[in-house]
């Protein structure tokens, strides 16, 4: 079976790892945060969802952004990825059965990911330049000195 997609992970798997459902288009980097009860329902029932994920994020937050960067991350990735996580969370809020560990785990997969993207400039490794430079010169002094016989 394959990984579970961790923006669509569910706690209600009987694996205990989650399991897939089909994308969510509002998940957009440039979509805004919507609120799962604000399609429908009553005023009360928006004001107790959206209570509800605000003691979440207050009791996590904080917890999330330490795992991340206990993870390697630096402390300004860790914070941009915990938000994002976050925002992901809300908007599935009332499909959350485990929200702490749905978080944890979209967070460390989005960490993965911004680790493997990052591209790094090659730089000749200064000893392998320095071996280079010198067998370079130990031929050319060589040449001059057959030269001179």
Not at 28 to 55: K, M
Not at 114 to 139: C, G, K
């Amino acid at each position: 079976m394959p990984p579970p997609d961790e923006d669509h992970l569910h706690s209600d798997s009987s694996a205990g790892l989650g399991s897939v459902s089909n994308p969510d288009p509002s998940d957009g980097p440039d979509r805004p945060a919507i609120s799962p009860a604000a399609h429908g329902g009553s005023f009360e029932e928006r004001f107790e969802v959206d209570e509800e994920f605000s003691a979440f994020y207050r009791s996590t937050i904080r917890q999330l952004v330490a795992f991340l960067i206990n993870q390697g991350a630096a402390v300004h990735v860790a914070a941009d990825i915990a938000q994002d996580t976050m925002a992901k969370a809300y908007r599935r809020w009332t499909k959350l059965h485990k929200p702490r560990a749905w978080v944890h785990t979209v967070a460390s997969r989005a960490l993965i990911r911004t680790i493997a993207a990052v591209n790094e400039d090659l730089v000749p490794h200064q000893a392998t330049f320095a071996l280079f430079t010198t067998a370079r010169r130990r031929s050319s002094a060589a040449c001059l000195l057959r030269q001179m016989t």
